[in-house]
T-cell receptor, first 114, second 115 residues
């Protein structure tokens, strides 16, 4: 999962397995969370989002789980494919008195082995 | 890359030189953002603009400047005051919060290196 520090957390899985990527967020007042996928040399791409009044949301092959009690977010990828290899970032939305900003985690590098 | 175009893809800066990174979007988004990404790190906010002719400093604005004269364009200048400019720079845009969730859409990035 994600953590503070210079070394990017990594996760290595076999093709076809399920992947779980974890994220600890910092602001208990964050009202909205997003997962992004970033392939090498490219910009981040939106995967899925969830509001703070939900604890689970499903997309195509992906599920996001939110545990506000422990400020934890996870991304589950079903039947992981080689094309899923990338760095995954969680982002929390901070509302700063009418102005919003996304605060990004450090990222987790997912490697899918054929 | 979803209607956000960053150029150039690669940029080299000489000592003491200012360089400008371009960001153009055709998504009709009001808000635009600049982030810096260092190897193995997350994204750090440099500047953002919620509306034309207005912008605010992010977390690491020192050594950078921006302008927002048009809705479609949000150029970033890396000035000579930025002593460690080597990084991957990402531009993003989003709809206003009142209309939608704060999903930011990103360009493909500009990789800046120092000669």
């Amino acid at each position: 999962g994600e953590s503070v520090g210079l070394h990017l957390p990594t996760l290595s899985v076999q093709e076809g397995d399920n992947s779980i990527i974890n994220c600890a967020y910092s602001n208990s007042a964050s009202d909205y969370f997003i997962w992004y996928k970033q392939e090498s040399g490219k910009g981040p791409q939106f995967i899925i989002d969830i509001r703070s009044n939900m604890d689970k949301r499903q997309g195509q092959r992906v599920t996001v789980l939110l545990n506000k009690t422990v400020k934890h977010l996870s991304l589950q990828i079903a039947a992981t494919q080689p094309g899923d290899s990338a760095v995954y970032f969680c982002a929390e939305n901070w509302d700063q008195g009418g102005s919003e900003k996304l605060v990004f985690g450090k990222g987790t590098k997912l490697t899918v082995n054929p | 890359d979803g209607g956000i175009t960053q150029s150039p893809k690669y940029l080299f800066r000489k000592e003491g030189q200012n360089v400008t990174l371009s960001c153009e979007q055709n998504l009709n988004h009001d808000a635009m953002y600049w982030y810096r990404q260092d190897p193995g790190q997350g994204l750090r906010l440099i500047y953002y603009s919620q509306i034309v002719n207005d912008f605010q400093k992010g977390d690491i604005a020192e050594g950078y400047s921006v302008s927002r004269e048009k809705k479609e364009s949000f150029p970033l200048t890396v000035t000579s005051a930025q002593k460690n400019p080597t990084a991957f720079y990402l531009c993003a845009s989003s709809l206003p919060r009142a209309l939608a969730k704060n999903i930011q859409y990103f360009g493909a990035g500009t990789r800046l290196s120092v000669l």
